[in-house]
């Protein structure tokens, strides 16, 4: 048997010779063999693509032994003196996890280090085998291949003996894992008992990347990744608008118009069409019908890395129903095209003489071209024809795959209050009306409770609607006579519209207004009788109120995008704090969505929100590995938001109105765990969750950067509250606020969904997560674990006062006793100590820190150890689809119940998960302020007697409620802005 180690890159290494780079070779240790590759110089990112072989002795011994890849920094090429080479990590691969040929894929493994002080980073790109195709035996005195060095047996025993506890060894998943979970338990480090053959377990691990189709276990891990973008190549300040993205050259064509035409037909005019072919790539205009002097104004781009021919050609034809007559046509060579850099002035067309085919005299008219190479910073970008579509040909499917920016619609509550009415008149004579109040807008509609009989009812309720401008429809108001259960005859009716209702941003009072109510007709009713009525006497009073101290939720708070009022400013005390840019480059091995022309394919875009601005990338056509590389910048006016990006497969390009567009995965990014000024590089795994379980559907890559431009003001919101004002002194109750977060998401849908190209109706649910406050029991087991991970805490403080109590160990317990006594006989030092402490566990878990944003977790989501009945259930529709009606009341009442239990474990879980936070710099601002104030606590308490720090406290709870505000206090205000784990799940 032989086994090959296939090295084939590396990424993101540790600079190692002084200058800000490496020289790295890989060595591959093996049954007291060793290989190694070539060095490549000056490269932190190398690429060897080399094969290692190496016998193996014994086959049935395989799955114990341990394959050891080393990466070095080659010092002797760059000095000629003999140095030891600098260690730039390693990786231990099990010999269980060593596949035939046939099953083999490529996986990528994070570098370890080699003690507690190495400095280490990037991973490793390995595929590794074993097969049976034994090369013919070399004599014994044949040459050493170069590189080829036997290890003695000693320093083997050695070097396992002293690495075995510090390394990771990865190992295949097990075979015999149960289905449904998306990995198997192999995957994190077991073996089946079969082949527990070892004396030691050695420690498990996970791979870094995202196993493509067809590969094995996924892991569902950030990884941090290195494209050639210009933050990242010029240390120093960018220049470049679009510095977050790879460039990409394009050819441009601006067809702007003809003249002078000849007449092709027989009435003596012409249907003119231009076509712009370069290559096998064709771009085509629409046609004018018996126009000479026809105006196109159409942009055609063509992309550089599909150059097909030197030569780009201009064809003006002529439409006609058998066969299109060629009228002429310009050549350009496209070495000879000019580069347009922004921000230039546009490029400017130029009339051209049109040529005959051959070329060699003109023939009749003009067209007037402008030809330039760009990159998709040009302002034609958005709007041009790509090479990328050209296997479409209706004009919609072009329309549909195009960038674009999209605002949501200013959304207001509306506070309707209906007081009372007069003069109600029943149907019926003699009969005193039993009256209720229909309101209605648009889709929403509410109804007060019936007030018993009498024709001056008084209603005093409030009710809250959701309205966007522009104001489409108008409010009615309909008085009803309750006659039974569920049957009631209209008293009165009246349109108002929207347009003059008085606003406020407080909780002043508006005023109400009487309004006479419009008896109804009946549809047989003559015009005679209607002019013989006697004037209809019968009023309402109202009171109509717009409200815009309140931010109208349309996602959930746990990852808000925008916390701001609808009227902010008028309220807004500062302008934006900072920049938030982000650039989608690519997306990688993403899962075919549909079949077309007979093979899988995906037609990829994506979409990013954040506050009310949305953004649409183009649709990259027919590509499993898109390559996008567009920015977008958003303001930000407060950094605990959070901005989602998801990815859709486009279902509108092939014509049918019944298509939808696909959700193929989402990343969420809280901004608060976001350093200021530093690029975030890295690919997030693409997830979706099916009723067989979690699911890869590939890996997005982003560049994200979050810039400051006021730190002061940044600081001082975490003291502000989280919400606008008026959602504290005019709370809304739950129930309300989950009614109208539904009736907003479904405005913003209604109105995104009529602009062109549409963003679909599924796009913004999903965007929006319209489905997160429905029952699930994989949410609730999830929350649950949340609960039991912040109370886990308390649980080991007090077995630690166990161990403490029963002198498990005698030296701790002796510690804790003169601890003990020092702050009972000294009780001013209990408060510095405490503070102190919690100042050094800061400091000390700075070195622990998060390098990167967090994403949704699918180990913490449940989504990996779900039952398929569970997750079945979860994406049941709502009602459900049961068998019986009284199934199906008590199944939705269940889960109506179970959702407002699951979201008050929710809850419990976020406060616990906010306190950990204080110390865990997963927010580095909110803790760099939590530990100077603890420092500054430590100095306060200590100089300031005992007494009087706690005299100062208790007559500050105890103060006199003229003294106290409705509003939350500072440090509640920083404690809820202190992130939670919520915005991590799925």
Known sequence: MKLVVEVLDSSNLMPKDGHGSASPFVEVDFENQRQRTQTKQKDLNPSWNEHLEFQVGDPNA?????????????????????????????????????????????????????????????DIALKIYHTFDFPTQKPPNAEIPMGSVPMQEETVKKKSKKEKEGSRVFQKPAASDP????????????????????EAPLPQAKLMQLAMPGGGGPSFEVRETAPKIEALLKRGKSTSAYDLVEQMQYLYVHVAKARDLPAMDVSGSCDPYVEVKLGNYKGQTKHFEKNLNPVWNQVFAFSKERFQASVVEVVLKDKDVVKDDFVGRVLFEV??????????????????????????????????????????????????????????????GLMNTRSRVYVAPKLWYLRVSVLEAQDLVASEKGRVPEATVRVQLGNQEQRTRPVG??????????????????????????????????????????????????????????PSRWFSLEKPTSVTETEAEKKKEVKFASRIHLRLCLEGGYHVLDESTHYSSDLRATQHRLLAKYPAIGVLEIGIISANGLVPMKNRGGHQTTDAYCVAKYGPKWVRTRTIVDSLQPRWNEQYTWEVYDPCTVVTIGVFDNGHLDGGSDNRDRSIGKVRIRLSTLDTERVYARAYPLIALQPSGVKPMGELHLAVRFTCTSFVNMMHLYSQPLLPKMHYLLPLTVGQLENLRFQAMQIVASRLDRMEPPLRKEVVEYMLDSRSHMWSLRRAKANFQRVVSVLSGIAGISRWFEDVCNWRNPVTTILFHVVFLILVWHPELILPTLFLYMFLVGIWNYRFRPRHPPHMDVRLSHADRSHPDELDEEMDTFPTSKATDIVRMRYD???SVAGRVQ????????????????????????????????????????????????????????????????????????????????????
């Open 893 to 895: 009442r269940l889960r």
């Open 903 to 986: 979201t008050v474990a929710g809850d419990l879980a976020t406060q616990g998960e906010r306190a950990n936070a204080l110390l865990s710099w997963r927010d580095p601002r909110a803790t760099a302020i939590f530990v100077m104030f603890c420092l500054f606590t430590v100095v306060f308490v200590y100089a300031t007697p005992f007494q009087v720090v706690a005299v100062l406290v208790g007559l500050y709870l105890l103060r006199h409620p003229r003294f106290r505000t409705k509003l939350p206090s500072a440090p509640l205000n920083f404690y809820r802005r202190l992130p939670a784990q919520s915005d991590r799940l799925i």
């Open 335 to 396: 070495g000879e095209v000019p580069t347009r850099v922004p921000p230039d002035s546009p490029m400017a067309p130029q009339w051209y003489k049109l040529q005959e085919k051959s070329g060699e005299r003109k023939t009749k008219g003009e067209i007037m071209l402008a030809v330039w190479m760009g990159t998709q910073a040009d302002e034609a970008f958005p709007n041009a024809w790509h090479s990328d579509a050209a296997v479409l040909a209706t004009h919609e």
């Open 62 to 122: 395989l799955p114990d032994r341990t394959i050891d890849v080393t990466v070095y920094n080659d010092r002797k090429a760059s000095s000629s003196e003999r140095h030891h080479n600098n260690f730039l990590g390693r990786v231990r691969i099990s010999g269980a996890s060593v596949v035939p040929e046939s099953e083999a894929r490529l996986n990528r493994f994070p570098l370890d280090k080699r003690g507690l002080f190495s400095h280490i980073r990037g």
């Open 453 to 510: 009989r009498t024709i001056n009812p008084a209603f005093q309720e409030d009710m809250l609607f959701i309205a966007a401008q522009p104001y489409e429809d108008r409010l009615m108001i309909m008085v009803e006579d309750r006659i039974g259960p569920g049957k009631a005859e209209l008293i009165g009716k009246i349109a108002i519209p929207l347009t003059g209702t008085p606003s406020r941003i407080d909780v002043v009072s508006t």
């Open 179 to 198: 289905p449904g979970f998306g990995f198997g338990l192999g995957f994190f480090g077991f073996k089946p008992m079969e082949e527990k053959k070892a």
